[in-house]
């Protein structure tokens, strides 16, 4: 084989294989890409906990809007999430009323929160961002852990927030105002579209 025919034939090995490499590259590429994934309303739930000295209990919503997005290196880049106001039940139609009104709920009938910096450490999340919550908003920081089983990816989160930090008047019971702390927990189900 003369040498302008070796590097002539050398010279379309390396275009074949230049071209094998850039037909693959896009399917590793979309394989990679980012992801916006929307909770499962079915399957996600907002608690939070309260005090009072006779008694503790808890409001539930079902109705939870959340959206995360997942980067190329598959962790959680941002986080945004809302619930009515008046889809937590607290197994009491008389107490969610009575906190529907020092809530505000028609002139302030949501909870938003939206991430500014998340940080994956393997399964541990901490997520801060801003809640906005009776009008107010005040920055915060969620502890989660996140779980990738079953073609799902599910959060569980906790924070606590001030009644006062969010200029709501204490509900009371026989004259007596609960604990201004509020315990919240999260739990958000996200189907995995990657798996």
Not at 58 to 82: F, H, L, M, P, Y
Not at 134 to 150: F, L, S, Y
Request: hydrophobic share 45%; net charge neutral; glycine share 4%.
């Amino acid at each position: 084989m003369t040498a302008f025919s070796y590097q002539k034939l050398m010279g379309w090995l390396l275009l074949i294989s230049a071209g094998l490499v850039a037909f693959h590259q896009p399917n590793q590429t979309a394989a990679l890409a980012k992801r916006k994934l929307l909770a499962d309303r079915s399957k996600s739930t907002i608690t939070y906990a309260m005090s009072h000295p006779m008694h503790s209990f808890e409001g539930v919503s079902r109705d939870v809007a959340c959206v995360i997005v997942i980067d190329d290196a598959n962790k959680v880049e941002s986080v945004a999430a809302a619930a009515k106001v008046s889809s937590f039940d607290s197994d009491n139609a008389n107490r969610d009323s009575h906190a529907l009104e020092k809530l505000e709920a028609l002139k302030y009938p949501k909870v938003t929160f939206a991430s500014t910096d998340v940080e994956q450490d393997g399964n541990k999340l901490t997520v801060a961002g801003n809640l906005t919550f009776h009008g107010v908003t005040r920055p915060i920081v969620i502890q989660a852990m996140r779980q990738d089983e079953n073609g799902q990816i599910t959060i569980r989160g906790t924070f606590e927030i001030k009644l006062s930090d969010y200029k709501v008047e204490k509900p009371s019971l026989m004259m007596v105002a609960v604990n201004e702390e509020v315990k919240v927990r999260l739990l958000m189900v996200f189907k995995n579209t990657e798996s």
